[in-house]
């Protein structure tokens, strides 16, 4: 077990596998000092609200519908597509409302989601080449040409700005609506992150987003994201993946809710069907034990990655489903409730998700890792829903 930071304490140095190597160092500071002056994306009160809500999915009053793309892409973002992605996740809460009879809360994977950790430095090409991999839009970009792979700092300013004009809409159809769709993105950059932290009345705030999440190759409960996370006021969450130590679980609850404040701190399960039934029932035994009632919730899409015959990264919509399944079975065993679904969807008709290994992937537009089409995310949250109805 690590030992984690006290507040002010220098933090360890970030890992190139998860961080950007900025060519420049005076290109960054540049950036990060225009960053710093600008305003911030969300208020402390709509954080505060989503606190409020997500305090009610933990105590089992009310679910969460969480989703978008593995990464989004500067060129896609409108007044348009942010539309058509707001109007999937409502249409997909309805359902679990309509279901469960109980509320559900809409938290969009996007307005930041534009930096990726990667596995491996590099890429390899079919013609046994190798690129620098993509990192994200806010970090370099996806065209497969060494140049667009290189880092470049001004990226940052063009992912605040799109960010600003999502978040611009989602508060016009907010307004509209009365159901806000929240924003959310893991804080993997730390460099944008710590340039958008803001004070406010209760305390610094990430102002990039209303919720941030560590992913699972940076929760390290001693790492630097962890010590971001845990310096805000926002709710966070961190994804746990199947290989989570009870300690470690019990250490990112000192950290990041010393109070255990209802609605502060959502475990993000994302464990793999084959592995979900055996490892979470102790994790959510270790949260109890700690007095933390953290929202679970279950991402059934990054534990269950393979590869086609293609090379393309695929998953099938079936150990989508299972791990559904056993996220909630697994929960139900433990007496802890099965907060939320954490999903990469899009409603773009694509072909990501398939039903077989061997399926053609006609319309493969992912920049990242495979999403739901509407049907298949229509279909993961019935059966979420279902699961989870009394
Ligand atoms: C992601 O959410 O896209 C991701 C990389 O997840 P994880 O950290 O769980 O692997
Ligand atoms: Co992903």
């Excluded at 140095?13 to 160092?25: K, M």
């Excluded at 063009?158 to 769709?181: F, N, P, Q, W, Y």
Aim: glycine share 8%; proline share 9%.
């Amino acid at each position: 077990m690590t030992v984690a930071p006290r507040p002010g304490e220098p933090l360890a140095a970030p890992s190139p596998a998860t961080e950007p190597l900025w060519p420049s160092a005076d290109a960054l500071a540049g950036v990060t000092a225009r960053l710093a002056a600008s305003a911030p994306l969300v208020t402390p009160a709509d954080c505060a609200d989503l606190r409020t809500q997500l305090a009610a999915v933990a105590s089992g009053a009310a679910h969460l519908v969480q989703g978008g793309d593995c990464a989004e892409l500067f060129d896609e973002v409108s007044a348009h597509t942010t539309r058509r992605k707001a109007a999937q996740l409502t249409e997909l809460a309805d359902l679990v409302e309509i279901a469960t009879a109980v509320p559900a809360l809409t938290v969009g994977r996007i307005a930041g989601q534009f930096a990726k950790p990667r596995s491996s430095a590099v890429e390899r090409l079919p013609d046994g080449g190798s690129l620098p991999v993509y990192r994200g839009d806010a970090v370099n970009a996806l065209e497969a040409d060494p140049a667009a792979r290189v880092p470049d700092p001004a990226r940052l300013l063009t992912a605040r700005e799109r960010a600003a004009s999502i978040h611009a809409t989602l508060d016009v159809l907010a307004a509209a609506s009365g159901r806000r769709v929240f924003t959310s993105h893991e804080a993997l950059l730390l460099d944008y992150e710590n340039a958008l932290v803001r004070p406010a009345a209760s305390g610094p705030y990430g102002g990039s987003a209303h919720l941030l999440w560590a992913g699972e190759r940076t929760r390290d409960p001693a790492g630097p994201h962890i010590g971001l996370l845990s310096r805000i006021t926002n709710p966070v969450a961190v994804k746990l993946g199947p290989a989570t130590a009870r300690e470690d679980l019990q250490a990112l609850i000192d950290v990041l809710d010393p109070q255990r404040t209802p609605g502060r701190l959502s475990f993000v399960a994302r464990m793999g069907a084959g592995h979900v039934r055996r490892v979470l029932p102790a994790l959510a035994g270790a949260a109890r034990e700690a007095g933390c009632l953290p929202v679970w919730i279950c991402d059934p899409m990054h534990g269950n990655g393979q590869r086609a015959a293609s090379g393309r990264k695929i998953r099938l919509v079936d150990d989508v489903r299972t791990e559904v399944a056993g996220f909630v079975a697994a929960l139900r065993e433990a007496g802890a409730h099965p907060g939320g679904i954490h999903l990469e969807l899009t409603p773009d008709d694509v072909t990501e998700c398939v039903d077989l290994p061997d399926d053609p992937t006609p319309r493969y537009w992912t920049g990242c890792d495979p999403r739901l089409n509407p049907a298949q995310a229509r279909d993961v949250v019935r059966a979420f829903a279902a699961a989870v109805s009394p």
